[in-house]
């Protein structure tokens, strides 16, 4: 396919287990966001790659959030003891970046549930 | 920090009704996209907005990037029963990083019972 491509789309996991979301980006896309919507809200901005650059971080809420992007293209989400709070999905989108364009294309997202 | 309030929250349509809904800050954006979403997919991108006074349409869609670049609105002409969904606007804001957005919390649209 050639859109954004999230996985798992559903995670249930216990409180204090780590875990890994994957996104793959649209292919030539050379930058990369990750987003994170809690049940009935809008999207809470937390990393942004483009490029080479060093990651815009400042949206992560705390440092159990990091996120990788290897080769330029895939990149993986990870949150360490996870807690309650950090139910939510978790939406990733790529763009091809650049100026004037910053139109985002999202993947479907990955559920996360913290029993 | 920048914020976008997006109303109406939620309302309900009849097909072939037209339906409005806004987006304003107190902050100026150089960037207005809209999006809709559908339950359990992400957003999709509907129509993005560069200049100020910019109106934009597509299809029954049309969207306008407001002179004072604090606001912007989305039209939906002759609605039908799919346009149901919840409808996000986003801007891109001067100084910040040039990935990230700020959303409105969404407005929904749901049908006339």
């Known amino acids: 396919g050639a859109g954004v491509s999230q996985s798992p789309s559903n995670k249930v996991t216990e409180k204090g287990k780590d875990v890994e979301l994957r996104c793959d980006p649209i292919s030539g896309h050379t930058a990369l966001y990750w987003y994170r919507q809690s049940l009935g809200q809008g999207l809470e901005f937390l990393i942004y790659f483009q490029g080479n650059s060093a990651p815009d971080k400042s949206g992560l809420p705390s440092d159990r959030f990091s996120a990788e992007r290897t080769g330029g293209s895939v990149s993986t989400l990870t949150i360490q003891r996870t807690q309650q709070e950090d139910s939510a999905v978790y939406l990733c989108?790529?763009?091809?970046?650049?100026?004037?364009?910053?139109?985002?294309?999202f993947g479907p997202g990955t559920r996360l549930t913290v029993t | 920090g920048q914020q976008l309030n997006q109303s109406p929250q939620s309302m309900f349509i009849q097909e072939g009704e037209d339906v409005s809904m806004n987006c304003t800050s107190s902050?100026?954006?150089?960037?207005w996209l809209w999006y809709k979403q559908d339950p359990g997919e992400g957003p999709v991108l509907l129509i993005a907005?560069?200049?100020?006074?910019e109106l934009t349409s597509n299809g029954r869609l049309t969207a306008q990037f407001g002179i004072t670049r604090k606001d912007s609105f989305l039209n939906i002409s002759a609605s039908i029963p799919s346009d149901v969904g919840i409808y996000f606007c986003a801007g891109l804001g001067y100084g910040g990083s040039q990935g990230n957005l700020i959303f409105g919390k969404g407005t929904k649209l749901s049908v006339k019972p």
């Open positions: 902050s100026i954006f150089n960037t």
């Open positions: 907005l560069y200049k100020a006074g």
């Open positions: 989108a790529s763009s091809l970046g650049g100026t004037p364009a910053y139109e985002q294309y």
